[in-house]
């Protein structure tokens, strides 16, 4: 695959996740769906492995590495689905999105990190406004749930602090194993949230949307997104990458608004703005900012 393919896939993979985890949901208790989910993509995973001449390392330090990875995995996706119940799908894009800045804090606290300058201190701000605006109005007008917006929350946090983790392992492995290795650790979590929340397995309920979901999620939200997302970051600068976070909550919001009715008032606008300007503030200002510095 070529590198502006895997870009653009990656970019309408993150995109239309949201609002398949929705439709996922729809006629599926959360902890199945995600479950399933997670199945197929490990069959898949380990057929690829088995056919190709991928080598799946199992020492520790690549055992530490799908530990790391499994925390955003299990941790971000359980709480996702159990926010989906509640929540529109571009809000959950909108939450997510601000991981890039969350991660910042995590990288700070746990690996020593660079400590924020202004401009990223007032990037977080911004988002953080932005985030309190649109959840404000929206839980006082009904359209929200708490339960939701903690559940997401909970889910972005844990996938930040796994990026953050990750970094911290200094091992090469190819994507497809990391991907692997990371489902292996995580599916059987899964079951286990499956068995203790709900444990029934009615197909007869299921609907044919929420089954397309389901396989929709596994095949490319949970295996060629992220083989493709790691293959952007070996090829393309940190900068570049980065752009995706601006562009996945725009299009998912307008996902949500065409194809599932979801409902787009002036507020949301508004902190979406906010949200996304505060991200792309803490991405490039201080870049360009020192470029503009050097010029002058």
Known sequence: ???????????LIWSTTPLAIVWSTQSMHPSLAVLLRMLVAVVICLLIIGLSNIRLPWRAQAQRLYC??????FGGMSFGYFSAQYLDSGF???VFGLSPIVSGLFEQKLLKGPAFSAS????FALAIAGLAMVCSNNLASGQLAWQGVVLIIAGMLCFSLSGVLV??????????ATTTGTLIYSTPLFALVWWLTDGSLPVDTWSTKTVAAVVYLAVFGSLIGFIAYFYILQKLPATTVALVTLLTPVLAISLGAILNGEQVSMIM???AIMIIAGLAVYQFADKYWFK?????
Do not use: D, E
Not at 68 to 73: D, E, P
Not at 120 to 123: E, G, L, V
């Open 167 to 176: 970094k911290s392992v200094n091992i090469s492995i190819h994507p497809v």
């Open 68 to 73: 790391y990875s499994s925390l955003g995995v």
């Open 1 to 11: 695959m070529s590198v502006p393919a895997s870009y653009l896939a990656v970019v």
């Open 269 to 271: 606008v508004i902190g």
């Open 120 to 123: 990223k201190k007032f990037a």
């Open 92 to 94: 959950m894009s909108l």
């Open 292 to 296: 503009l510095a050097k010029h002058t």
